[in-house]
């Protein structure tokens, strides 16, 4: 069978017992807002509640086989999950390895994040600090970068110099998204520090941490 959607995922019985959500919140909520047609940029408690409720039905029947880590890797390749929800850096290598492993990004979105930089208030060295960041942000620096860790690039221009070390990536779309997966890329909206800790302990709750 082939899953579309997150509904597949959470309800196809052929799946059963071998699904894998991910134990970060936000990706694994976020999916299933997209999923209930809400937007994870704008989205209300009472949404978000419909999403746990959802989430729940499906380990309730036994659907999702566990929430995981980055280790969600490892069950792939034993066969232990037959789908799951996936971060794109992990599939790069994945697929490297295993040319089977597939990945698809539902008609209804996808979540992007991000890490950050930062420079602690009052840092001796900030200047320094602001030179190291611009660096990261020039294209042959951020192209050798991408080439080693296989995530999304940020840096415009990016793809001749990635190209130069490795052309299978700068043409791979999850490390350089092209306009039409860009368009389905959501962001899961900032949180209150009481949605934070609300939020939190429900999916806790859900996956039993």
Request: net charge negative.
């Amino acid at each position: 069978m082939e899953v579309r959607t997150l509904s597949d995922l959470l309800d196809h019985p052929k799946l059963k017992g071998r699904v894998g959500l991910l134990t970060e919140m936000r990706d694994t909520v976020g999916m299933t807002l997209l999923d209930l047609d809400k937007d994870p940029a704008k989205f209300a408690a009472d949404d978000y509640d419909a999403a746990i409720a959802r989430l729940q039905k499906a380990v309730d029947k036994g659907q999702v086989r566990r929430f995981t880590g980055n280790d969600y890797t490892a069950d792939l390749t034993k066969g232990d999950l037959a789908a799951c929800l996936a971060w794109a850096g992990d599939l790069v290598q994945l697929k490297a390895d295993n040319p089977d492993i597939d990945f698809l990004i539902p008609d209804s979105g996808y979540l992007t994040s991000s890490d950050n930089m930062l420079i602690p208030n009052k840092a001796r060295h900030k200047t320094n600090a602001e030179r190291l960041i611009d660096y990261y942000f020039e294209p042959k620096p951020a192209a050798r970068l991408a080439a080693y860790i296989n995530f999304v690039c940020p840096v415009d221009g990016v793809k001749d110099a990635l190209a130069e070390i490795d052309e299978d990536a700068a043409n791979n779309p999850l490390i350089l998204p092209d306009r039409a997966m860009q368009s389905k890329s959501r962001a899961f909206r900032s949180l209150s520090s009481e949605e934070e800790t609300e939020f939190e302990e429900k999916f806790a709750k859900l996956t039993g941490a």
